[in-house]
Antibody, heavy 119, light 108 residues
Framework: EVQLEQSGAEVKKPGESLRISCKTS????????ITWVRQMPGKGLEWMGT????????TYNPSFQGHVTFSVDKSVDTAYLQWSSLRASDTAIYYC?????????????WGQGTLVTVS | EIVLTQSPGTLSLSPGEGATLSCRAS???????LAWYQQRPGQAPKLLIY???NRAAGLPDRFSGRGSGTDFTLTISRLEPEDFAMYYC?????????FGQGTKLEIK
C-alpha cells in the first residue's frame, strides 16, 4: 500500500528556519516524483513544485522559487520541504503527493498534510 | 501561466440530484492534461479524474469528466451525502501547474 506520512504540526516565529518531512512507503521511492502543494487558511490549492528523488532534479513554481527548497534522502525514502527564513505568510497546510508512473503532473497519492503556523 | 476559472463558486443540491461543475482555462490545456480533485473538510485532496476523462482507480462511475481545449466539466450523478465537498481542477500540461479556485458542493 502506497503511503505518504508527513511530519507533525509546527509553530515557528518569523525569521526561523524549518524543515518538514514526507516519509514514503509501499513503492520504489526513486521511481516516482514528489510534488508539494500549499493550502493557506481557508483558501485553495497551490502547486509549489516537484522533485525527482532519483537525481534530485527540481522544478519550482516561480511564486515559490528562492524561498523554499525541496530535497530527498533516498536512504530513508523521505522528501523534505524547507525554509531558511519563515514569514507570517507561510502559515498554511503543506501537502506532499506522489505523481503517477509517467510523472505527468497530477497528484495520485497524498500525504495527510503538515500545518505550519508562523507567528 | 494558465488561469483556471471554476464555476459556480458554490452549488447547492440535494442528495440524489446530479451536479455539473465547470473548469475553464485561459488558454488551451496541452493534451487535455486536466485533473479533478475532491477535498472534504479537514482532509487531504483526493484524485478523481486525470487526463480530463479518466477515473482514478476505485472511483464510482457516478463521477465522469469530459472536455477538451479550454472547457472541462466534472459530472456527478445521483449525489451521495459523502459527495458534498470542495472540488478543484488542475492543469498539468504546462508549468507552472495551476489549480482552479474551487467549487463548493453543499447540501441544499
Amino acid at each position: 500500500e502506497v503511503q505518504l506520512e508527513q511530519s507533525g504540526a509546527e509553530v515557528k516565529k518569523p525569521g526561523e528556519s524549518l524543515r518538514i518531512s514526507c516519509k514514503t512507503s509501499g513503492y520504489s521511492f526513486t521511481s516516482y516524483w514528489i510534488t508539494w502543494v500549499r493550502q493557506m487558511p481557508g483558501k485553495g490549492l497551490e502547486w509549489m513544485g516537484t522533485i525527482a528523488p532519483r537525481d534530485s532534479y527540481t522544478t519550482y513554481n516561480p511564486s515559490f522559487q528562492g524561498h523554499v527548497t525541496f530535497s530527498v534522502d533516498k536512504s530513508v525514502d523521505t522528501a523534505y520541504l524547507q525554509w531558511s527564513s519563515l514569514r507570517a505568510s507561510d502559515t498554511a497546510i503543506y501537502y506532499c503527493a506522489r505523481l503517477p508512473a509517467d510523472n505527468s503532473g497530477y497528484a495520485y497519492f497524498w500525504g495527510q498534510g503538515t500545518l505550519v503556523t508562523v507567528s | 501561466e494558465i488561469v483556471l476559472t471554476q464555476s459556480p463558486g458554490t452549488l447547492s443540491l440535494s442528495p440524489g440530484e446530479g451536479a455539473t461543475l465547470s473548469c475553464r482555462a485561459s488558454q488551451s490545456v496541452y493534451r487535455n492534461f486536466l485533473a479533478w480533485y475532491q477535498q472534504r473538510p479537514g482532509q487531504a485532496p483526493k484524485l478523481l479524474i486525470y487526463a480530463a476523462s479518466n477515473r482514478a482507480a476505485g472511483l464510482p462511475d457516478r463521477f465522469s469528466g469530459r472536455g477538451s481545449g479550454t472547457d472541462f466539466t466534472l459530472t456527478i450523478s445521483r449525489l451521495e451525502p459523502e459527495d458534498f465537498a470542495m472540488y478543484y481542477c488542475q492543469q498539468y500540461g504546462s508549468s507552472p501547474r495551476t489549480f482552479g479556485q474551487g467549487t463548493k458542493l453543499e447540501i441544499k
